[in-house]
Nanobody, 122 residues
Framework: VQLQASGGGLVETGGSLRLSCTTSGHTFGNYVMGWFRQAPGKEREFVAAITWSGVSTLYADSVKGRFTISRDNAKNMAYLQTNSLKPEDTAVYYC????????????????WGQGTLVTVSS
């Protein structure tokens, strides 16, 4: 079972990036997908999550209205569209999968991929 986040990069304030999470080795549709991030010197924090079917989503207050999580179960992919980026969004972004819960708690997510770095310049 593998997850891999990609799509990060350097962007100016106000810019956008689309992060992708590629999964393999498991039944993607059986997992809640989440995005978390960790800024230098800070703890990992929840960003967004989406249910198995994609009907329901959760967002951290800090990204609500700017970020959009989505998934394509046919392609085994999850996405995080990030708009109106701010310097405080600079972090390594991780995708994660949870088999049995839909929540914001990182401990509930059993599967984690390597992160992708997003840097927002001021």
């Amino acid at each position: 079972v593998q997850l891999q986040a990609s799509g990060g990069g350097l962007v100016e304030t106000g810019g956008s990036l689309r992060l992708s999470c590629t999964t393999s080795g498991h039944t993607f549709g059986n997992y809640v997908m989440g995005w978390f991030r960790q800024a230098p010197g800070k703890e990992r924090e929840f960003v967004a999550a989406i249910t198995w079917s994609g009907v329901s989503t959760l967002y951290a207050d800090s990204v609500k209205g700017r970020f959009t999580i989505s998934r394509d179960n046919a392609k085994n992919m999850a996405y995080l569209q990030t708009n109106s980026l701010k310097p405080e969004d600079t972090a390594v972004y991780y995708c994660a999968a949870a088999a049995s819960v839909f929540c914001t708690t990182s401990r509930a997510y059993e599967l984690w991929g390597q992160g992708t770095l997003v840097t927002v310049s001021s």
